[in-house]
Every structure is written in C-alpha cells, then in structure tokens.
C-alpha cells in the first residue's frame, strides 16, 4: 500500500502564488505517474497536471503557462508549483499516484487527502 501525504496549500491573493508537495510512501516495486487533481465547491473533481516516471508532462489548459508539475523519483516526491493564482484557482487539491506492486504484476491508484487553497480577489 502507499500512503500520499500532501503539503502547501494555504491563502493567496490573486496573482500569488504557492507550491503543493505530496510525499509517497509504502511497499511497491515503481512508481508510475503522479498528478494533482482538483474540486472545487459544486465543481467535479478535474486534472490539473500529471508527469510520467520518465518526466513527461501534460496540463489542464485553464493552468497552462501558470503552473508547473515536477517531481523527485530519488524521494518519490511529486510539486506543483503554482503562480499567477486567479479566484477561480480556489479548491482542494488532491495528489495521486500510480505504482506497481511488488509482485511487478497489478497497478493500483492512491490518493491523497487533500489541501486547501484559496485565492482571494
């Protein structure tokens, strides 16, 4: 099982800016793809940036050229850094992760449990 522990979130004033971290951790022979999903109040939950194990990254495009996702395979760390926050940026914003068991045979999702932010106008 692995565990994602999120941190960094918090307030901003829009055009602020803040950076999300999430920490993987548990028993698993790789760790795939890691992203940050977002919802918003009365939203659905949606994609916000996702980066491969070999660094390839796709974004939503309501954050493109804002944000930026990277990611620490050496800590099985995954941050996004966002800049120029706009309101409409307001929601909880979740880390996920995909990994491969030990067994190299079964993929499996987790998530983190969530961090706060809010810009203020």
């Known amino acids: 099982q692995v565990q994602l522990v999120e941190s960094g979130g918090g307030k901003v004033q829009a055009g602020g800016s803040l950076r999300l971290s999430c920490a993987a951790s548990?028993?698993?022979?790789?760790?795939?793809?890691m992203g940050w999903y977002r919802r918003a109040p009365g939203k659905e939950r949606e994609l916000v940036a996702r980066?491969?194990?070999?660094?390839?990254?796709n974004y939503a495009d309501f954050v493109k050229g804002r944000f930026a996702i990277s990611r620490d395979n050496t800590k099985n760390r995954v941050n996004l850094q966002m800049n120029s926050l706009k309101p409409e940026d307001t929601a909880v914003y979740s880390c996920?992760?995909?990994?491969?068991?030990?067994?190299?045979?079964?993929?499996?999702?987790?998530w983190g449990q969530g961090t706060q932010v809010t810009v203020s106008s």
């Open positions: 996920t992760a995909v990994w491969t068991d030990t067994n190299g045979r079964r993929e499996f999702t987790s």
């Open positions: 980066i491969t194990s070999g660094g390839g990254t």
């Open positions: 548990g028993i698993f022979s790789s760790m795939n793809a």
